[in-house]
């Protein structure tokens, strides 16, 4: 059977945490909150709802679940390219944004009235992250074990986690659209948008059997 590797396993849950807040959660909340809902990943690209740059969360979307699906299921090409072009840009493009506006580069949630400074803790993070991928990356090539790739097999639980993922959406839908951007009711949104993530991510991680030899 394949086993966990754990520092590929610390790899792929912060790669899954960053994702939800930078992706997921804007993606989710653009579509489901509307116009009422203003999102930025970064100077130029953001937007309200599924206008302005929408389409680049879409695009960001499908590139993290193919990395963290072909990361869950053992790290099989083209996991190792992507785990990269995913941790090292975003390291550099952290390091350089507390490097050039430390006082501006902070994390704002307006839901959970979030305000905090990652000018020391973002490039020690997202660096150090970068340094594991990398490391990871070149001991598996250097390995060179064989690829044992984890088969599909949808248990009861998979499918129950499925079928939730999708029947949060219309209750993602009531919360966003009741209530103000700092309402109880937004809160609620933001922690269904969280269990959701969390349930997409199970899937992956979940639902195989034992892996055949490739």
Not at 64 to 74: C, E, K, M
Not at 84 to 102: I, R, S
Not at 148 to 164: F, I, K
């Amino acid at each position: 059977m394949w086993r966990k590797d754990p520092l590929l396993a610390v790899i792929l849950l912060w790669t899954a945490l960053f994702a939800g807040v930078l992706v997921w959660l804007p993606l989710v909340r653009g579509a489901t909150q509307g116009t009422a809902y203003s999102w930025a990943l970064t100077a130029g690209i953001g937007g309200r709802g599924i206008g302005g740059a929408y389409w680049v969360l879409i695009i960001g979307a499908a590139f993290v679940l193919a990395l963290l699906y072909l990361g869950w299921r053992g790290g099989r090409q083209p996991f190792h390219w992507l785990l990269l072009g995913f941790q090292v840009p975003l390291a550099a493009a952290v390091t350089y944004a507390a490097w050039t506006d430390p006082k501006g580069f902070r994390f704002e949630g307006a839901t959970l009235g979030l305000d905090v400074s990652l000018a020391l803790i973002g490039p020690v993070l997202f660096c150090g992250i970068a340094c594991a991928a990398i490391f990871w990356v070149l001991r598996d090539l250097r390995a060179r074990r064989p690829r044992q790739v984890a088969e599909w097999d949808w248990t009861r639980a998979a499918r129950v986690r499925l079928l939730l993922l999708v029947a949060i959406i219309p209750l993602e839908v009531l919360m966003f659209r009741s209530g103000g951007i700092q309402s109880a009711q937004n809160v609620i949104g933001v922690a269904l948008v969280g269990w959701q993530w969390v349930l997409v991510n199970r899937v992956l991680a979940g639902a195989r059997r034992s892996p055949t030899q490739e």
